[in-house]
């Protein structure tokens, strides 16, 4: 971790501080004032390039703040609108202004031109944080390529179909009806790459979120005594204990090596982000199980603070693939692109590390 990630890190964990968060489940999205805070101190556009308004740090500095709200279980959206929209509307020079943002893929979009004004046409499938954004940065596969087009989330052409996840996050789809965009330009970003983009921000959350989940359990197995003696005195729950820690640890170190390789090869980096993905995915079911199992019916009540962190371990692992999809990739760089499985474990390409 460089030093400004540490700063960034510190700086996000002292917010937090300041601005407690309720851990209640389902919960509500951490307010107006740690969000006020972040967009204040511009962390929420620190990967974001300096011409579009951004701070121009890198990609590994910004998900240090993730990886700190996600570990605190604050709902906000910080993954959306700092890492995916902000970055999509940044690498065309288009600044977002202040306004909170969040990120959608229409598919089979269309884009009609008159003069200066640009119309979107689509649907967007599973979009998160509907409620609070005030614009959505669409990333359209139209005919004529990839266009990125940011529309306000007000427009009487917007239909927002709005629900929530497990956490309580406003969660839903999005309705494009000829909605006239504010902003549009080709994009140089490709569908492959916001989705890529996406799991390894997602991989890395999980992973902060089991760490918590393993803290948690940990301590509760401590000081939980049954038939007078701590939980983690029983052999069984040591063992669940330390399978836990072994799950946790794997995604932990799966997402660092993915977010190290972002600085790497495009193809490289893709590689790690589908490694973390699919073990970040692989294993938060069980993490959250396991949890659930030492803590009881305790865990399961709305007022402890263990749902906020299950539910998201249930919820993200499929946000932007599941372990299924991205296991996929990897295999096929194998098998029809004939690299060396080996060199797909250890980050080599064209026999250099």
């Not at 709200?69 to 906000?76: D, E, F, K, R, V």
């Not at 269309?110 to 979107?120: I, N, P, Q, S, V």
């Not at 614009?135 to 529309?151: K, Q, Y």
Request: glycine content about 8%.
């Amino acid at each position: 971790m460089s030093d400004l990630a540490t700063e960034l890190a510190a700086a996000t964990t002292a917010m937090l501080a300041r601005f407690p968060v309720d851990l209640r489940t389902p919960g509500a999205e951490s307010g107006t004032q740690l969000w006020a805070a972040l967009v204040d101190a511009g962390f929420t556009s620190v990967d974001v390039p300096e011409e579009a308004g951004g701070q121009g740090a890198d990609l590994t500095d910004a998900l240090a703040v993730l990886d700190a709200l996600a570990g605190a279980g604050a709902l906000t959206p910080y993954a959306e609108h700092a890492l995916l929209a902000a970055w999509l509307a940044g690498s065309v020079g288009h600044s977002l202004d202040g306004a909170t943002a969040t990120v959608a893929v229409v598919d089979d979009a269309t884009l009609d031109r008159d003069g200066e004004r640009a119309r979107l046409s689509g649907n967007a499938v599973g979009v998160a944080h509907l409620a609070t954004a005030e614009v959505v940065v669409a990333l359209a596969d139209t005919p004529e390529g990839p266009v990125i087009a940011v529309c306000r989330c007000d427009s009487p052409d917007v239909r927002l179909e709005n629900g929530t996840d497990l956490s309580g996050m406003s969660f839903g789809d999005i309705d494009f009806e000829g909605v006239e965009a504010d902003f549009s330009a080709a994009s140089p970003i490709t569908l492959d790459d916001l989705r890529t983009r996406g799991a390894l921000v997602y991989a890395v959350a999980l992973a902060a979120v089991a760490r918590t989940v393993r803290e948690r359990t940990i301590q509760y197995a401590a000081e939980r005594v049954q038939f007078g003696r701590p939980l983690a005195k029983f052999q069984a729950i040591q063992q669940t204990l330390a399978h836990m820690a072994a799950q946790t640890t794997l995604m932990e170190t799966a997402a660092r090596a993915a977010v190290e390789s972002t600085t790497a090869d495009p193809l490289t980096a893709r590689t790690a982000a589908a490694a973390a993905k699919v073990v970040a995915s692989r294993h938060a079911s069980e993490v959250a199980a396991a949890a659930h199992q030492i803590h009881g019916a305790i865990g399961f009540t709305s007022e402890h603070a263990l749902g906020r962190f299950t539910t998201a371990l249930w919820g993200w692992s499929d946000r932007y693939g599941d372990d299924h999809e991205w296991a996929d990739v990897l295999a096929e760089r194998i098998l029809d692109g004939g690299v060396d499985p080996w060199d797909v474990i250890v980050g080599v390409r064209d026999g250099n590390a």
